[in-house]
């Protein structure tokens, strides 16, 4: 098995446009999956698993709207792994994190940063020694999460934005929680200069994004519940699952 120092794998969900990342440590064997789906754990853990793995940490960048998290259904193939959410996210998880603290994938360290705006938990995870990181649905790829529902504020967001991501050296590159039209990765750099949102004064985003009339994600009514409760669902029947 390679001694790689960093692990790196960028999943996709295709019905929701969603990312997950997997995030390991070479010397350990240590793990993270930031962002796991429920529809695709078992293709995650299968992974996991082939590449010798220990999953010890699921961490959410908040309490999504479009899909319900994979956390708790992660619990059948790892469990002794914790769930991880902002403490801001009013949900539950095995660890409630705040800005600042640290956590540490074995010799792997990521920095959460709070990015509220598209949810007052929304949180940014930032590999500093791999220059790299994670933003969930605050900042997209030429984009940013929607602010009109989840105690969404533009003008928090807008601030969140410039101060926890645009303040990271230019060459950082930036991983998103979903993207729509086949992108991938992008860098501080790029969406400081290309992104048609952000390069607009704060009172003209904050207006853009009030008459941004979306439709409400497909799914709102059962992810919102079942990821405020680390991903326990309620079925057809009434009965409560996540595995």
């Keep these: 098995m390679s001694k790689a120092k960093f692990i790196f794998r960028q999943l996709f969900e295709a019905e929701t446009g969603t990312y997950t990342y997997l995030l390991g440590c070479g010397v350990t064997r240590k793990a993270a999956l930031i962002d796991p789906v429920i529809t695709t754990v078992e293709r995650d853990a299968k992974l996991v698993k082939e590449l010798s793995l220990d999953l010890i940490y699921g961490l959410n960048t908040h309490a999504h709207a479009d899909h319900i998290t994979g956390t708790c259904r992660l619990k059948k193939h790892f469990p002794a792994m914790q769930s991880i959410i902002s403490k801001h996210a009013g949900a539950k998880a095995d660890l409630l994190i705040k800005h600042q603290d640290v956590i540490n994938i074995g010799n792997v360290a990521l920095e959460a940063r709070a990015t509220p705006g598209h949810t007052n938990g929304c949180t940014t995870y930032v590999a500093h020694d791999y220059r790299r990181a994670f933003t969930g649905d605050a900042l997209l790829i030429r984009g940013c999460g929607r602010t009109d529902f989840q105690g969404g504020s533009a003008h928090t967001l807008y601030n969140s934005i410039y101060e926890q991501i645009f303040?990271?050296?230019?060459?950082?590159?930036?991983?998103?929680?979903?993207?729509?039209?086949?992108?991938?990765?992008?860098?501080?750099?790029?969406?400081?200069?290309?992104?048609?949102?952000?390069?607009?004064?704060?009172?003209?985003?904050?207006?853009?994004?009030?008459?941004?009339?979306?439709?409400?994600?497909?799914?709102?009514?059962?992810?919102?519940?079942?990821?405020?409760?680390?991903?326990?669902?309620e079925t057809d029947d009434g009965a409560q699952a996540c595995m």
């Design 167 to 233: 303040s990271l050296p230019e060459d950082y590159q930036l991983f998103p929680g979903h993207d729509y039209h086949g992108r991938t990765v992008t860098s501080v750099e790029e969406e400081k200069r290309f992104n048609p949102r952000l390069t607009l004064k704060e009172a003209d985003f904050i207006e853009l994004m009030k008459n941004l009339n979306l439709p409400p994600p497909k799914y709102i009514d059962k992810a919102v519940p079942a990821n405020l409760r680390c991903g326990v669902y």
